[in-house]
């Protein structure tokens, strides 16, 4: 599967975006999905997921409250709607789509948030 990027870009504090993920190749409706993020100098770190059926989903501790995600099978596209947005938000976002333990990932996007 091929996962696509967007809707990144730079935004002042306590803004908004939502970045999308499109897919291709392959149904999403069989993969978990989430997003990560990598900031300058730092460790690709979690920030959501999402179970295949959609029931489930989580979000790392630093954005609870503030981001929230959905799926869209039969678009096959996955997004990320971030409000509220900090300084420590600044960096590269991954789409991410697991199926039997095996990891896809886009070419990531950049979030920028100034203040």
């Known amino acids: 599967v091929k996962l696509v990027e967007s809707g990144g870009g730079l935004v002042q504090t306590g803004g908004s975006l939502t970045l999308s993920c499109t897919a291709s190749?392959?149904?999403?409706?069989?993969?978990?999905m989430g997003w990560f993020r990598q900031a300058p100098g730092e460790e690709r770190e979690f920030v959501a997921a999402m179970s295949h059926t959609g029931r489930n989903t989580y979000f790392a501790d630093s954005v609870k409250g503030r981001f929230t995600m959905s799926r869209d099978d039969a678009k096959n596209t996955l997004s990320l709607q971030m409000n509220n947005l900090e300084i420590e938000d600044t960096a590269i976002y991954y789409c991410n789509a697991n199926f039997l333990s095996t990891d896809h990932w886009g070419q990531g996007t950049q979030v920028t948030v100034s203040s």
């Open positions: 190749g392959r149904t999403l409706s069989h993969y978990s």
